[in-house]
Structure formats: C-alpha cells, structure tokens
C-alpha cells in the first residue's frame, strides 16, 4: 500500500494565489521528499525534509514536516501557470526487499489558471 | 551533465508479446532503480540493480525482470505482456544504492508503455 497519502487528490487556484498540498504517511521515517511531475514526463526532485527538521524553504516552496502526527505539506507562493503539474510525497521503504527505496503517494494535481 | 535517458520514449504493443526498455543513468551514477507508475496503483517500485546485481525487488511477478550492465546502464523486460502493464516506466539513478532515503534520485522522462 502507498506510505504517502496527499491531499487534496486536485487543486484549482488562479496565478498569484498560494498552493498548499498536504502528505500524511504511515510508519516512521528518516526523510520525505516532494517531486513534481508535469503531465506524463518523470519526475523531478523538489526538496527532501529530515526527520528532524521542521521546516525548510526553496526559493517559493515551504515544506512543513510534523513527525508526531506523520504528516508534512508543501507550500507554494505566488504559483504562477508553470507549476501546473502533480506533486508527490515520497518516504523510504524500510520493510522487506524495498528497503532504501521511495514510496509514493498517488500525488495532488495542482492547476493554476492565468 | 547529461541527465537519465530512457529510450524508447513510447512503445506500443500487444497482449503476448515481451518488451525490453532502457535506461543510461547519470554519469557516475551506479545505481539504477525502476518504478511502474499507473492511473490505479500509481507509482510502484520495480527493483534496484547495483554492480550489475538486483539490491530490492518490489512486489511484482516474475514476468518483470531487469539487469545492469558494466557500464551501469539498465534494461527492464517484461514477458507476455497483459493489459494492465500498459503504463509510464520510469528509471531513476543515484550514486550509490541505499541513498534514497538520504539523497536525491534523478529520474528519467520514461517510456510510455500501451499494450492493446
């Protein structure tokens, strides 16, 4: 099953408006990344948050990790049309033969109209 | 430096028939891990090679096989294909295995699978 749930599955919001996607996963973690991916293409590394980090910023992201209620969410300011696309959370696998790999979760499509 | 590269970009096939995709990863880069990524079940990992060895497989049937070469770069087969392996291929490397949790996996633009 998926360690990373986001929500909302879609989002609609006009340029210049904030975007805020949120991940929720199920077991412990060391990192969580975010990776976005325009429609169809592979995926890009966004940033990756540490297990005891609270908050990090890149340039118009903020992501937010809270590892006592095993959620995290990324911020988007000032989105602008190119950052139309779907955004994914991704933790480590650490069970079976996975372990070291990323776990996805179904990701939040994000649409920002000009 | 020249990013991961997968070829084809697109292929179509039918039911029956077996598939062989490729990826070159990043220069340096000597892992290469592979992840299935559907409408339903979005994205999966397939398995890790490493020093031409399979590290983790991912909970997939024995048609999916894959292998690394010396040079690092990866193919992925899969035998008497269903409907429902049409789907985005995606290949991602790193430096070394084990670092994902730790470090950034460069990802690959994918081969778009569509078996009819």
């Known amino acids: 099953s998926q360690q990373g749930e986001e929500d909302p599955q879609a989002l609609s919001i006009q340029e210049g408006e904030n975007a805020t996607m949120n991940c929720s996963y199920k077991t412990s973690i060391n990192n969580l990344q975010w990776y976005r991916q325009n429609s169809g293409r592979g995926l890009v590394h966004l940033i990756l948050?540490?297990?005891?980090?609270r908050e990090k910023h890149s340039g118009r992201l903020r992501v937010t990790l809270d590892t006592s209620k095993k959620s995290s969410s990324l911020l988007i300011t000032a989105s602008r049309a190119a950052d139309t696309a779907s955004y994914f959370c991704?933790?480590?696998?650490?069970?079976?033969?996975?372990?070291?790999?990323?776990?996805f979760g179904k990701g939040t499509k994000l649409s920002v109209k000009p | 430096k020249a990013g991961v590269t997968q070829t084809p970009r697109y292929l179509i096939k039918t039911r029956g028939q077996q598939v062989t995709l490729s990826c070159s990863p990043i220069s340096g880069h000597r892992s290469v891990s592979w992840y299935q990524q559907t409408p339903g079940q979005g994205l999966q990992f397939l398995f890790e090679?490493?020093?031409?060895?399979?590290?983790n497989k991912g909970n997939f049937p024995g048609r999916f096989s894959g292998r690394q070469f010396s040079n690092s770069r990866s193919e992925m087969n899969v035998s008497t294909l269903e409907l429902g392996d049409s789907a985005l291929y995606l290949c991602?490397?790193?430096?070394?295995?084990?670092?994902?949790?730790?470090?950034?996996?460069?990802f690959g633009p994918g081969t778009r699978l569509t078996v009819l």
């Open positions: 991704a933790t480590e696998a650490n069970y079976g033969g996975s372990q070291g790999n990323l776990i």
């Open positions: 948050i540490r297990s005891n980090e």
């Open positions: 090679y490493f020093s031409e060895t399979q590290r």
């Open positions: 991602a490397s790193s430096l070394v295995p084990g670092l994902a949790a730790t470090d950034t996996q460069y």
